[in-house]
Each structure stands twice: as C-alpha cells, then as structure tokens.
C-alpha cells in the first residue's frame, strides 16, 4: 500500500513538469515560427565578404599627383631656361685648370707657378636680385642722413666664396685664403698656415691674427701675391657666371631625381 502511494505520489509530482515541457515545446515552436521569416530574409541579404591580407601596393594618393604635376612644372620651367645648358666660353688668359663634377656645389681649379702647387676650390655663389627689401634702412631709421648715404653705397652685391692652397712640393706647410669675390674686387677674409698632411707640422695651431687686423701695407701686398697667382678680378668674374650655370644645370638633375623617387 505504501509502495503504492509512493508511486502516485511521483506521477502526480511528474505531471506538472510534462505540463510545463509541453508548453515550453509550442512557446518554441511559436517563436520559431515567427523567426522564419527573418531568417529566411537575412539568408536573401548579400552578406560582406571577410577581405584576405594584401600585399599590393595601395591607390598612389592624390597629393603625390600633384607633387608630380609641380614638380613636372618646375622641371619644365628650368629646361626652357638658358643658363642650363649654356656652356661658357673659357677665356684664352684663364690660367686654371677645371675639375667639375655633376651633383656637387664646388669646382676645383688646378695650376703649377714657379714651383708652387695652386689649388682653388669654388663654392656656388651668393646671388643678389635687387628685389630683396632693405631692413637694415627701416630698422634705422633714427640714423642721421650722413650714415644713410653711407648704408647707400654700400649696398649688397653678388659674391662667390674661394678657398685658395698654395703648397710647396708634397711636404712642408701651405698657406690657406679664405676669399671672398664680388664683380671686380676680391676680398681676403682669412690667411692660415696650414700643417703639412704628413702631420709633421701638427704643433703648428696659431692661425694669425684677423686679417683685416693686419698691416695695410701687409694686406696689399697679400692681395698682389694671390694677383700673380692668377687670382683676378677677371678670373673671379668669369668663374660667377660659370658658377650660376652650374646652379642652374645642378638644379635641374635635382629635380629630375626627386621626381624619379616620388614617381617610383
């Protein structure tokens, strides 16, 4: 009887949950029904593809175009230019020999007197238009007339800077002037003793005084020793127009490397 009673008392205990997984069942089977629908739509929408790695180089931006275009621009502008390709006219008198290198900003000049080793190395030169405004004037204005006249005269000029060695034979020391050269005039800005480069004459460490410190005397006659080395105002003109050729030539292979790098 017990045993019995035992097992009604489980039936009955197991009836609710039957109950509950029936209509858990057609709860599921309702809302299944309303997924249908959105499942079967969402299988119709195209779905994005995942995109693999790529090493393919990416679209060239649009700045890099027109990087190109002004580049293209400039180049176009300097070849229609004269000085480019101009080739100067050496003259018969010109007592150097020229050592010019395309992509560097210097000459070299070479010669031999009475023994002497003469090398000049020619730097681009410091060009002056004439458009450039004069800020020392307006920053001065409180001067007196006598020193505005003076700033007046003195008015900027083109100028190519020159390094000049004389050496005797291979060894021993040699003298170096710092110059600077503007349309018919050369200016010493420096004088050295330069040790030998065998490193014989490493003691040697006093470079001298200013030279415009010097003697007046001593300083005209240093400037008539670079004369008889062929330093000439004739020369030094000749070398700033074959210098701003050089600008112009080297400006241009410039651009034509920078557009080869830009374009690759």
């Known amino acids: 009887m017990a045993l019995f009673a035992a097992a009604r008392r ?9 109950r509950a997984s029936a209509s858990a069942s057609g709860t599921t089977r309702g809302a299944a029904a309303l997924l249908r629908p959105l499942a079967a739509a969402s299988a119709a929408r195209p779905q994005p593809r995942s995109m693999p790695f790529s090493s393919a180089p990416s679209t060239r931006p649009s700045s890099d175009g027109e990087l190109l275009r002004i580049i293209d621009s400039e180049i176009k502008f300097a070849e229609e230019s004269d000085d480019h390709d101009r080739v100067e006219e050496i003259p018969d008198n010109f007592p150097f020999k020229i050592s010019d290198e395309k992509g560097f900003n210097s000459i070299t000049l070479t010669r031999t007197y009475q023994g ?3 090398e000049v190395l020619v730097s681009m030169p ?4 004439g458009d450039e405004p004069d800020h020392e004037n307006e920053a001065d204005e409180d001067r007196n007339e006598d ?5 007046t005269q003195k008015a900027p000029k ?6 000049v060695t004389i050496s005797k034979g291979e060894e021993g020391p040699s003298l170096e002037f710092i110059c600077t050269a503007y349309p018919d005039e050369i200016l ?15 003691m040697i460490t006093y470079e001298g005084p200013d030279f ?10 240093f400037h008539k020793y670079l004369e008889m080395r062929g330093i000439t105002p004739m020369a030094t003109n000749f070398l700033h127009e074959y210098m701003i050729n050089k600008d112009s030539r080297e400006y241009l292979i410039w651009l034509r490397r920078l557009k080869d790098f830009v374009r690759n």
Request: hydrophobic share 35%.
């Open 212 to 221: 415009n410190d010097l003697d007046e005397n001593l300083q005209r006659a």
């Open 116 to 118: 002497e080793k003469i």
């Open 147 to 151: 020193d505005q006249e003076e700033e």
């Open 126 to 129: 410091s060009l002056v238009t």
């Open 188 to 202: 010493i800005d420096a004088l050295s003793v330069m040790p030998s480069e065998s490193g014989e004459d490493e």
């Open 10 to 18: 489980a039936a009955t205990s197991t009836l609710p949950l039957l």
């Open 158 to 163: 083109s100028s190519i800077p020159l390094t």
